[in-house]
């Protein structure tokens, strides 16, 4: 069931997403060379308990273990916290979700520790593009896979693959709602788009080949052939003007 939200719905997830894209923005000035991710999860969590009025989303969703998903490199999605240490030259995706009032907002981005190479960089920019270009389409009238294929066109355009495993999803009263919105599809099909549809807009692009495998944790997806992986997210609300980054700060 893919259900409207209505205005005083939208603004309790505005204020989730919100705090979840800044709280990230927050994390972003700790991504140096010689930190570890479980540093990232630590400074999260405390800066959550900062505000009682939110909690993390993620945390013994499905049964996973953390606030924080923290991918480096190949990773795709749900890298766990742990021990390992972030060196210049890494890539860091972060993905990270609030409960307020019972709504949700879901966020991520991923950002470049210290230099990269050209190629990482490009691999960001496009990722984050083909994010936006996705959003432009989130608009009553449109149709669902309208998002999917203006994602799918720009990654591929530019030379790298989408990941199918992972999708991205309505989002409101649960983390994932209906529908599934998948980051490849073809134009002009998939339900209709209404004002009120609240979407978590997330592609997920690997440098090489679009396969993924999962870890031996049972959680963690890396690109199979060990190429980079970017992950950009925001949750957005179609309005009667068109989409809203409700995510936006
Ligand atoms: N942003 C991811 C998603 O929408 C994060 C889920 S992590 C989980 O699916 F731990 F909560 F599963
Ligand atoms: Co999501």
């Known amino acids: 069931m893919v259900y409207l939200k209505t205005e005083e719905e939208i603004e309790k997830i505005r204020t989730a997403s919100r705090y979840a894209m800044e709280i990230l923005f927050y994390l972003k000035e700790f991504i140096k060379e010689g930190i570890r991710t479980k540093d990232l999860e630590k400074l999260c969590e405390e800066r959550l308990k900062k505000s009682k009025k939110i909690k993390p989303a993620f945390k013994g969703y499905n049964g996973y273990p953390y606030t924080l998903c923290v991918s480096v490199n190949e990773e795709v999605v749900h890298g766990m916290p742990s021990d390992r240490v972030l060196k210049e030259g890494d890539i860091v995706s972060l993905d990270f979700g609030v409960v307020y009032e019972g709504y949700y907002g879901d966020v991520a981005y991923t950002f470049a520790v210290g230099k990269i190479s050209k190629e990482a960089e490009r691999l960001i920019k496009v990722t984050e593009e083909a994010l936006y270009k996705g959003i432009e389409m989130a608009r009553e009238g449109n149709r669902l896979y309208d998002i999917s294929f203006a994602i799918q066109s720009h990654v591929e355009k530019n030379g790298f693959s989408v990941v199918r495993e992972f999708v991205g999803h309505g989002i409101g009263r649960s983390l994932h709602e209906e529908p599934q919105i998948p980051n490849f599809g073809e134009k002009g099909t998939g339900m209709r788009l209404k004002k009120g549809m609240v979407f978590a807009i997330e592609p997920m692009v690997n440098m090489g080949r679009s396969e993924v495998?999962?870890?031996?944790?049972?959680?963690?997806?890396?690109?199979?052939?060990?190429?980079?992986?970017?992950?950009?997210?925001?949750?957005?609300?179609?309005?009667?003007?068109?989409?809203?980054?409700?995510?936006?700060?």
């Open 213 to 249: 495998s999962i870890r031996e944790n049972g959680w963690t997806a890396y690109a199979k052939d060990m190429s980079l992986s970017a992950h950009f997210e925001h949750t957005v609300a179609i309005t009667d003007d068109g989409p809203e980054i409700l995510s936006r700060v």
